[in-house]
């Protein structure tokens, strides 16, 4: 069998393009691989360093190689840009991909197991049928107002606005036809979403990690899923810090000369998370005068200098690290630090 010491992959759909080292000096073997002679090749060879991208298809691919006794490191693809020598085309993207794997502060993502992309499957799923709600509502709202039928704000009024409009005798037939296609699809998106999350619910029974993050004030089922199914590992981040930039929750830094420059927060990484993370933080808002502890002591402190919303973010960054640093340990939530008055 063939030896390397590593090998780049640049992946596709179809094809892929190989670049194999044999040692630091020798020559490079490269090579453009359909799907089936991808496992062929790979099952040819003396178990070795493989890296790619962390992009689509990536995770199943590293799952695979892990199956036949490599050792599979997904990068992040703007870690691996800065190795490209000239011009892009594929053979130029696996020898940087192949440079880079072999960096000793390279930065790697954890491979991801299936059930956990499937989890996040359902996360995804769930955010889809959420925004065609919303935009379904919104549809109606905004053509029965143009018959005169409107109730009041929130999803809640739906059903009064459907029924405001069957009651309408004014309202045309071809407006009552395309009202109930809208209402059939608002009936079967709630019923996918109730099915989706009952899936969701059943994956939360099933890992202990997050039935330990549901004590965390503002966590529930879906935050506590979607964190576990997207950090397999956390020991991957050296601190919750780390954690919290890669949500996109730490300032931006502008400093130079000894002076330190912050803004505001990045807003880079995991956007689904950091967004669940800030509705959590905003709803921990509303429940703090009825809270006693070390938190909700740091939260008032906040408010008496800070906007709200800033405060939000604030709170988000720090549920973050608390999370980051019960997974790490597996301790409980500290329930003093935030106990009911």
């Known amino acids: 069998m063939k030896q390397f010491i590593r090998v780049g992959v640049d992946l596709a759909k179809n094809y892929f393009q190989v670049h194999a080292l044999t040692s630091e000096s020798g020559a490079a073997v490269s090579r453009k691989l359909t799907r089936s002679k991808m496992r062929e090749f790979f099952s040819q060879i003396e178990p070795c360093r493989v890296g790619m991208e962390a992009c689509g298809s990536a995770h199943y ?4 190689l892990k199956a036949m006794g490599h050792e599979a490191l997904l990068m992040p693809p703007i870690y691996t ?15 940087a991909i192949c440079e880079a794997v072999s960096r000793p ?27 065609q709600r919303t935009m379904s509502v919104n549809a109606l709202r905004s053509h029965l107002s143009e018959f005169g039928i409107i109730v009041a704000k929130g999803i809640g009024r739906v059903d009064e606005l459907l ?16 009202v109930k296609v809208l209402a059939q699809t608002l009936e079967q998106v709630d019923k996918s979403l109730d099915d989706l999350e009952d899936e969701i619910a059943n994956a939360h029974a099933r890992s202990e990690m997050s039935r330990l993050l549901v004590e965390v004030p503002g966590i529930g089922k879906l935050i506590a899923t979607a964190i576990v199914a997207s ?20 300032p931006r830094q502008n400093s130079s000369g000894g002076k330190q420059t912050l803004g505001a927060i990045t807003k880079k990484g995991n956007r689904y998370i950091r967004k669940l993370l800030v509705l959590a933080a905003t709803s921990l808002l509303n ?18 200098k800070k906007p709200a919303r800033l405060v939000t973010v604030a709170l988000a960054n720090k549920l973050a690290r608390i999370v980051w640093a019960m997974m790490k340990t597996g301790e409980g939530f500290r329930t003093e630090i935030f106990a009911k008055a």
Request: hydrophobic share 45%.
């Open 61 to 64: 691919w590293a799952r695979e």
């Open 81 to 95: 840009k800065p190795y490209v020598k000239r011009g892009k085309n594929d053979a130029a993207d696996a020898e």
């Open 231 to 250: 950090m397999p590992d956390p020991s991957v981040f050296k601190s919750g810090r780390d954690f919290s930039a890669w949500l996109g929750l730490t």
């Open 163 to 178: 029924e405001l409009s069957e009651k309408d005798m004014t309202l045309p037939n071809a407006a009552r036809a395309a």
């Open 105 to 131: 502060r390279m930065r790697f993502v954890p491979v991801k197991s299936a059930e956990q992309q499937a989890t996040l499957m359902l996360h995804t799923t769930r955010e889809l049928l959420v925004k």
């Open 287 to 304: 429940v703090v005068g009825k809270r006693t502890g070390a938190l909700r002591d740091w939260i008032v402190a906040l408010l008496a």
